[in-house]
């Protein structure tokens, strides 16, 4: 199950946000994954609730979104939306196409709180709770 192993790279990437941000704890995590990603939403939520233990995203809150298949044809230039397993241009048929999202894995946002301590040597920064905008491929 390589669900486990994105967990892994993805709290990995939350604590080093977190700890950036001198959070206190990980509220929500918000992550998008593409049709074609290779990444079964389902054992995602089941590898989470296992690798989170012990991490200050110990009580988060996963959240998935689902992103679809767009393609630019190499005939037409035009970019458009398909299906998963239609990849041929909608415009001009062609089935020359470049997949230009779709197959994403990314971390789109993070909840945080910090605690008072933290939050009053950090005067210029945003008070509780934080939220990451972030936008990296897992």
């Known amino acids: 199950m390589h669900e486990l192993a994105?967990?892994?790279a993805l709290l990995d990437?939350?604590?080093?946000?977190?700890?950036?941000?001198?959070?206190e704890r990980v509220m929500t995590i918000v992550v998008r994954i593409g049709a074609l990603a290779g990444v079964e939403p389902e054992l995602l939520r089941s590898a989470f609730s296992i690798a989170r233990?012990?991490?200050l995203a110990a009580?988060?809150?996963?959240?998935?979104?689902?992103?679809g298949v767009r393609v630019e044809c190499l005939g037409c230039g035009e970019e458009s939306a398909v299906a998963v397993n239609a990849l041929a241009?909608?415009?001009c048929g062609n089935w020359r196409t470049r997949v230009v999202s779709g197959e994403d894995l990314?971390?789109?946002?993070?909840?945080l709180t910090r605690d008072a301590a933290a939050e009053s040597r950090a005067e210029a920064e945003p008070?509780?709770?934080?939220?990451?905008?972030a936008s990296q491929h897992v």
């Open 59 to 67: 009580d988060a809150e996963l959240n998935l979104e689902s992103t």
């Open 53 to 55: 233990a012990g991490t």
């Open 6 to 8: 994105i967990c892994q």
């Open 13 to 23: 990437e939350v604590e080093r946000v977190a700890r950036r941000e001198r959070a």
């Open 127 to 133: 008070s509780t709770p934080v939220r990451s905008e």
């Open 89 to 91: 241009c909608p415009i």
């Open 106 to 111: 990314i971390l789109a946002s993070i909840a």
